[in-house]
């Protein structure tokens, strides 16, 4: 069977919270195709019922720094509105800040959200920030000056990020992804890594290196390790060794199991507060669904360092 993606329960569950004001809205009006101007709708109608006082803000208008500057002026909840690319960015802002973020998924995949039972259903996840709620302390993995809060890559998910085209990704999402995916497949290729976790390094053939904080690999409920909880303290470095179509197949039947830790294709590593990655080859980064400037993984971890509005009783999601 299928594994049942829950919020982390690794920690106490807490009682449930009320919205904290004022409310700040940042909207990516390119996630979701078209599905932006209904979900803020939502929000000003749920704003209004509740007596809450909210500033919205669409990303294509708002200044660089509006999430910053939305914190300086008061705001206690950033509501984000988009995909795993924009509630990261956006989060960067509030890490380790006395604010609550609220996670409106209108992306691609939506890993964040999904690995926290957060609703995919953008209006029912709007609906879930005005009703009662609970905060889920969740790690945070920092890059120079950014901050990613589900996966940083190197390998063959890289690479199909770096190759996407963006206008087919906005039209054709999943399907457009599944496409670059097959074709990194049939080529087949594998990299020699040089990889360093908490200060021991060991050189490594594989076709991905993945640093996974959440479960989810996005594809329906596959899960790249059922041991992956964004509140334990901890990363999980997934090395992938599995190259052409045989040997993905056999790493997603277990996936699909629920099983992925028994496939000869994976192999796990824990880290407790620091990742660096290296290959010869400068493979492309990516981290939370976007591509970054650089050829290196550099990852502190960071606990606990953000505040993440989640429905008030785990369920599946």
């Not at 490594?204 to 290196?209: D, T």
Request: positive net charge; charged residues 20%.
């Amino acid at each position: 069977m299928n594994p049942i993606l829950q919020a982390p329960s690794s920690q106490a569950i807490p009682p449930p919270h009320r919205l904290r004001t004022p409310v700040f809205a940042l909207i990516n009006p390119k996630s979701g195709a078209g599905l932006a101007l209904g979900v803020e709708r939502r929000l000003v109608q749920q704003a209004s019922d509740h007596q809450v006082d909210l500033i919205v803000q669409r990303t294509d208008s708002a200044k660089r720094d509006a999430v910053a500057s939305a914190i300086e002026a008061g705001a206690k909840t950033i509501v984000v509105v988009g995909g795993d690319g924009t509630i990261s960015k956006a989060a960067s802002h509030v890490a380790k800040k006395n604010v609550d973020v609220g996670i409106v998924p209108t992306g691609t995949a939506n890993l964040i959200a999904k690995s926290l039972a957060i609703p995919e259903d953008p209006m029912a996840a709007v609906d879930g920030l005005f009703g009662r709620h609970r905060i889920a302390k969740i790690d945070g993995m920092v890059q120079n000056e950014n901050i990613a809060f589900s996966h940083v890559s190197m390998g063959t998910y890289s690479r199909i990020a770096q190759r996407e085209n963006c206008t087919t990704k906005r039209y054709f999402g999943k399907f457009a992804y599944l496409l670059c995916a097959l074709r990194e497949v049939v080529i087949g290729r594998d990299w020699a890594f040089e990889i360093s976790i908490d200060g021991q390094t060991q050189r490594r053939r594989a076709s991905l290196i993945m640093v996974a904080n959440v479960r989810p690999l996005g594809i329906g409920e596959l899960v790249w390790g059922e041991h992956i909880d964004p509140s334990d303290g901890a990363l999980d470095v997934c090395l992938v060794r599995a190259k052409g179509l045989r040997r993905h197949a056999s790493l997603f039947y277990h996936a699909w199991r629920g099983n992925t830790a028994a496939s000869d294709e994976i192999e796990y590593f824990r880290a407790k507060s620091t990742i660096q990655v290296h290959s010869i080859a400068g493979l492309p980064v990516r981290a939370d669904g976007e591509v970054l400037n650089q050829t290196m993984i550099d990852i502190r971890l960071r606990r606990a360092v953000l505040s993440v509005i989640v429905p008030s009783t785990p369920t599946g999601n």
